[in-house]
T-cell receptor
């Protein structure tokens, strides 16, 4: 089985711009979760989607949004980028919510200048 | 909702043992353990469900004390390949997984 795919792997943007990151989960997995990883804050939960529905959201501003498509692929959008948004964004794939192993993709490294 | 991990960092010599602790202020449904090596994505180690179970994975095992909402990861006879940052993730039954700030483990020859 192919693993979790995230595109792009690296991205450089400037403040005020917006960005869309993409995640393709493992085939057959219906749950996708997104995390922001920074040296200071560690891994922080953004949101989780299951069967196209956002089931929960972490403590991030409304500039961070996401969606999931019928094929389970997910996109995450960040509008009006700030310097503090520079981070590694990880996508986790699991077959279902609750007590399921999250398989992480390689991440998208976003740098905001 | 972020769990608290301790210690923040530990250095071991090959063959030594280590314990990493994870505690939460919330009633937990499950605890997950992951290891992340520099520049790589976190890799799953194990999940423990409420009920106080203990799991083992070769020389890496973990326990979950439901009463205390604490989990411990035990690494025995450490190997160089154990080096990395260990994260615990906790679920309090709301379809989200919150991670601790990590424990950096370094194994030296």
């Amino acid at each position: 089985k192919a693993g979790v795919t995230q595109t792009p792997r690296y991205l450089i943007k400037t403040r005020g711009q917006q960005v869309t990151l993409s995640c393709s989960p493992i085939s057959g997995h219906r749950s996708v979760s997104w995390y922001q990883q920074t040296p200071g804050q560690g891994l922080q939960f953004l949101f989780e989607y299951f069967s196209e529905t956002q089931r929960n959201k972490g403590n991030f501003p409304g500039r961070f949004s996401g969606r999931q498509f019928s094929n389970s692929r997910s996109e995450m959008n960040v509008s009006t980028l700030e310097l503090g948004d520079s981070a590694l964004y990880l996508c986790g794939s699991s077959s279902g919510p609750y007590t399921d192993t999250r398989y992480f993709g390689p991440g998208t490294r976003l740098t905001v200048l | 909702q972020q769990p608290v991990q301790s210690p923040q960092a530990v250095i071991l010599r090959e063959g030594e043992d280590a314990v990493i602790n994870c505690s939460s202020s919330k009633a937990l449904y499950s605890v997950h353990w992951y290891r992340q090596k520099h520049g790589e994505a976190p890799v799953f180690l194990m999940i423990l469900l409420k009920g106080g179970e203990q799991k083992g994975h070769e020389k890496i095992s973990a326990s979950f004390n439901e009463k205390k909402q604490q989990s411990s990861l035990y690494l025995t006879a450490s190997q160089l390949s154990y080096s990395g940052t260990y994260f615990c993730g906790t679920e309090a039954g709301a379809n989200n997984l919150f991670f601790g700030t990590g424990t950096r483990l370094t194994v030296i020859p």
